[in-house]
């Protein structure tokens, strides 16, 4: 029936991606001519975009909550943008030409507005607004949300049938301790408060961690000046062939003044620390039998297919996995989430859903590697689009992209972002950035888009 839905509420927290995928797979169902149930986003930014909106604020923001944003200037995707273009809005459809595969965050936070842009969503979003608390009533089976809405400091509350959670989970630092490191003379901070690599020109700096953001931030460093870069690894070291300037060394034991020693005997003097040491899953707004307490990884437990709460199922969880995949998976749960909140999609028992979690849980164990990880979560993203009528797109293509852009990463640091993959979405091959990235220090997206001025000024000489 579809009117069923008509006095049902739904809360969504957070406008970031995840959040956004949800308003828009409800804004899909209403173009097919669905009565659409009522639709309220908090969110505690002044803008949506989640993570891609850039913040030059640390710490806390203007209202004094937490600040949310962990990007920083010069910030290039990480990955291709083949591997996360939406299937319902390509980048031809938003930027009219081919643009290369490794975009800087203001073009893709512009990518992302494009598409929710073209509805009234920003209608439903209620910014500057905090959740502050949800609990559950088990009679009334209706969820008591309590808000703050930080521009007139009111604090208010709204009844919802389904709460959807897309708060994120790389906005709170997971901070390890070292022994002596109160007494280290200079910069000691986390991922989530760098901003930019300018600071750390001519600087020596060790960042702690051998993921993305030890990566990341430790090519963005070199790239704009810094003396040195170390890499500090716990379990495995990042393993590629450096450029001279930066290089791995295993965990640091401890501080003494400016000098870090390491476990293999190194000792060395540095200016700056940069814990690169990941982020916590925190949900202050949450009690405890509703919180989703988990590490980074793939598999969260106890959602089952990776978003439903499996003790209470009208509580949803988007992109609480680790990622590989990032839009297109936030969309293949939101419209899955969709169909489960609009009565479209009917649910197994909760013993039956267990078994399915304990399914991916254990697959989830046996992976060896990043190979591993690129078919574990295509699969996952395989089964999500089998439930939906999310526009399917050759998965298998975006896996293979995946791992070419691994063997990319580990041939050259320093230039992958400079290779072109091909969409499979439109089946448009990626154009060539005007400038390597080594060269390119401007992450405008003016700077970014001149391109096809430039070619087209060319062929007019
Ligand atoms: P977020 O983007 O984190 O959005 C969550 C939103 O919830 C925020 O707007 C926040 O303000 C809001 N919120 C949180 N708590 C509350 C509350 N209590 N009340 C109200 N609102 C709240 N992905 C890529 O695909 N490519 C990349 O190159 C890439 N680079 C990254 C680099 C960094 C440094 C980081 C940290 C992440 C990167 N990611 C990248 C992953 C990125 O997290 C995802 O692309 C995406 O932003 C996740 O979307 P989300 O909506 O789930 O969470
Ligand atoms: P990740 O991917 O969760 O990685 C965290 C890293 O920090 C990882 O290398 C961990 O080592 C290391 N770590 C965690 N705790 C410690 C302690 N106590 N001591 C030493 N090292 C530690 O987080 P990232 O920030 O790199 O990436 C998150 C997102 O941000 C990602 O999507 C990017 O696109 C941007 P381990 O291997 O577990 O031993």
């Not at 502050?132 to 809405?149: G, P, T």
């Not at 704009?224 to 393993?239: C, D, E, F, Q």
């Amino acid at each position: 029936n579809k009117n069923s839905m008509k006095d049902k509420r739904i809360g969504i927290i957070g406008a970031g991606p995840s959040g956004l995928a949800q308003i828009r797979a409800f804004e899909a169902l209403k173009e097919q001519g669905y009565a659409m149930p009522e639709i309220i986003c908090f969110e505690k930014q002044d803008n949506w975009g989640g993570m891609w909106n850039y913040s030059w604020r640390t710490g806390v923001g203007k209202y004094g909550e937490p600040l949310h944003g962990s990007m920083y200037k010069y910030l290039w995707s990480n990955g291709p943008k083949e591997c996360l273009e939406f299937s319902d809005y390509s980048f031809d459809e938003h930027f009219k030409k081919p643009i290369s595969s490794y975009p800087p965050r203001p073009v893709l936070f512009d990518y992302i507005q494009g598409r929710i842009k073209k509805s009234n969503a920003r209608d439903y979003i209620r910014f500057d607004t905090t959740v502050r608390w949800v609990s559950f009533d088990e009679n009334s089976k209706k969820f008591n949300v309590i808000l703050d809405d930080l521009k007139i400091d009111k604090t208010y509350s709204e009844e919802l049938d389904y709460l959807v959670v897309a708060s994120g989970h790389f906005s709170t630092p997971n901070m390890p301790y070292f022994k002596g490191i109160e007494n280290f003379p200079g910069t000691v901070m986390h991922a989530h408060d760098f901003r930019g690599a300018d600071q750390f020109k001519d600087r020596n700096i060790l960042l702690i961690g051998s993921s993305y953001s030890a990566e990341d931030i430790g090519v963005q460093c070199y790239k704009h000046g810094a003396k040195s870069v170390t890499l500090s690894y716990r379990s495995n070291p990042i393993g590629i062939e450096w450029p001279e300037g930066i290089k791995e060394l295993p965990m640091v034991t401890h501080f003494e003044g400016d000098t870090a020693f390491f476990k293999d005997g190194t000792t060395e003097v540095y200016d700056a620390v940069i814990m690169c040491t990941g982020y916590q899953h925190k949900f202050p707004f949450l009690p405890d039998e509703l919180r989703l307490k988990t590490k980074n990884n793939l598999f969260p437990d106890n959602l089952y297919k990776g978003i439903l709460f499996n003790a209470l199922p009208q509580l949803i969880y988007l992109g609480m996995q680790d990622q590989y995949y990032t839009f297109n998976m936030f969309d293949a749960q939101a419209w899955l989430a969709r169909d489960f909140m609009m009565n479209r999609l009917t649910l197994p028992k909760e013993t039956e859903r267990r078994m399915d979690i304990d399914k991916w849980l254990d697959r989830n164990n046996k992976l060896e590697n990043s190979l591993d990880n690129v078919d574990f979560q295509s699969d996952y993203i395989k089964d999500l689009l089998s439930l939906s009528d999310y526009p399917h797109f050759n998965v298998d293509k975006v896996a293979e992209m995946f791992k070419e852009w691994l063997q990319d990463k580990e041939e050259n640091i320093l230039t992958y972002r400079d290779k072109t993959y091909q969409s499979v979405v439109t089946g448009t091959m990626a154009s060539q950035h005007h400038t390597e990235w080594m060269d390119e220090l401007d992450d405008s997206k003016e700077r970014y888009l001149y391109q096809g001025e430039q070619e087209e000024v060319l062929q007019d000489n």
